[in-house]
Nanobody, 123 residues
Framework: VQLQASGGGLVQAGGSLRLSCAASGRPFGSYAMGWFRQAPGKEREFVAAINSSGRGTDYADSVKGRFTISRPNAANTMYLQMNSLKPEDTAVYYC?????????????????WGRGTLVTVSS
């Protein structure tokens, strides 16, 4: 599985961004996916997950109600719509995939990772 994340950038607090993660290499519906982020000096943390069917989602408390994860399977792409952004959302965002069905919060569950995309939220 190859993953390519994009969509990061600089945005003011309160603004929005949409991250994309294009996937290739296996049938898109055969793996669960997730978004993680890593701020400078901090460990990589879970942001959101979506199961292989796209009907199940999970969010970190810090982003619940502001971020939406989706994966229209016909597009072979996963998205993270980020609204009401805060300076503390500033980080490199990574997408990940696991050949499995469920929802996974631990980075260790994921076998495949894309290169990160930087999101910077100014105050």
């Amino acid at each position: 599985v190859q993953l390519q994340a994009s969509g990061g950038g600089l945005v003011q607090a309160g603004g929005s961004l949409r991250l994309s993660c294009a996937a290739s290499g296996r049938p898109f519906g055969s793996y669960a996916m997730g978004w993680f982020r890593q701020a400078p000096g901090k460990e990589r943390e879970f942001v959101a997950a979506i199961n292989s069917s796209g009907r199940g989602t999970d969010y970190a408390d810090s982003v619940k109600g502001r971020f939406t994860i989706s994966r229209p399977n016909a597009a072979n792409t996963m998205y993270l719509q980020m609204n009401s952004l805060k300076p503390e959302d500033t980080a490199v965002y990574y997408c990940a995939a696991e050949v499995n069905y469920g929802l996974y919060r631990s980075p260790g569950h994921y076998d495949y990772w894309g290169r990160g995309t930087l999101v910077t939220v100014s105050s």
